[in-house]
């Protein structure tokens, strides 16, 4: 009884210190917190260092996403790339878990540190490829899934790419 | 005071008191901030004063609704019944010397009848909400009840055996020479852990109890209904700090000052530090609470009322 009453009394002190300590409280709008460069935001698609659509309407993201927030459709360009003729992604479905950017091979689709998308009406939530289109590079500057892959495209033939070596023609090494 | 006097005095006593617990909301929130390493509601107007305002725009506006489920007269009821008998216990306060709407000869009494009669409010609405965790939290009131009220009265008579009146002026009058907070120390830490229990604060909110009942006995009610509830709650917590100041700080006495400047400052004092308990001590258990009145409370008052009957025979007899 007396042992929970002066362990009572110690608490009161112990919080009556606490008038003395300062706030923890980041006073968000006027006091922007640190986001890390890595901070899930945000999503973007972003162009190769050639200035080019990285994406290749693949659909791993689509896939690889547990709330199924992306919709595209895969298009082919007269130089043989593929492009999607649509991309769509459902921000208010989306959890920023970032699968999306661990799937997809060309580097196209990354999370940005911006959090602060906020609607009134909830269909604006839903951002089209023109919203998610930037003009650079994102987090990977050198990266061009083009010049790595084997897929000919007008200016790049195959055998062409780099650590590729030209085709052999498998008929001409019979004995 | 003539009777016109008194009845200017009482409204402004009412407009001071339903004011006073409109900024309690806010000041509590606040200084619990502070307590917690956090700021609280700092946005509107200076220091945030006008979150007040804000708050009650938004439960003046909100739909004032009664599930159908509900009993309706005594739904509408209850939460008036609590505001009510919490102002009228405010009319034996005396905040002066000449500040006081009533001088009646058993003040003490009065008291702790609006204020028991308060806690019918908790239980009707309990009751007549229809609805399990209202229900719930109001069989905790009443289990709260049967064990505080008891200690409560008791606790209280040593003041009285020494005052030899249930005036609050005498009361106070008599505390010239020294405040009753000494001699009646047992008195005032039962009467205090009495009070916080009879104005449904925490750690004794159990009827309430947010974590488990997720708002026991008001879980049904919002809008201006459950503003009354939080009015009648902040109002009792006024009401108990003047209480306490009257009874055991020497109410309006003190040197220098005018007399309700130091009643003002002491009622403040202990307000702070029942803002204080709510930021330390966690609730307990509705048995553990009954154990600690019937087991260890009682027994304390007794004590005290015993040793005090003899002090005061043996003074009387030297
Ligand atoms: S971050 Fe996650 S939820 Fe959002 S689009 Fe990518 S995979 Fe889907
Ligand atoms: S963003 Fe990446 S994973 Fe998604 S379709 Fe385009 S290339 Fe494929």
Redesign the pocket.
Known sequence: MLKSLTSQLRTIWTILQHSFTKAETVQYPEQMPYLAPRY?GR?VLTNDPDGQERCVACNL?AV???????ALQQGVKEDGRWYPEFFR?N?S?????????E?CPTNA?Q?TPDFEMCEYDRSNMVYEKEHLQIAGTGKYHDYNFYRVSGLAIAGKDKGQAQHEAPPIDVKSLLP | MSELDTIGFGLILIAAAVGGAAILTWFERRLLGVWQDRYGPNRLGPFGALQVMADMIKLLTKHDWVPPFADRAVFVFAPTAIVVAMLLGFAVVPFGPELYILDLNIGLLFFLGMTSLAVYSVLLAGLASNNKYALLGGLRSAAQMVSYEVFMGLSLMGVVMLTGSFSLRAIVEAQRDLWYCIPQFLGLFTFLIAGIAESHRLPFDLPEAEHELTAGFHTEYGGMKFAMFMLGEYLGLLLISCMITTLFFGGWLGPWLPPIVWFSIKVFALICFFILLRAAIPRPRYDQLMALGWKVMLPLTLLNLLLTGVIALLLEGA
Do not use: K, N, Q, Y
Request: with cysteine; net charge neutral; hydrophobic share 50%.
């Open positions: 899930r999503i993201c690889a996403c547990p709330v199924d927030c992306i992604i921000f479905r989306c959890i920023m878990c970032g699968m999306c950017e799937a689709i999370l």
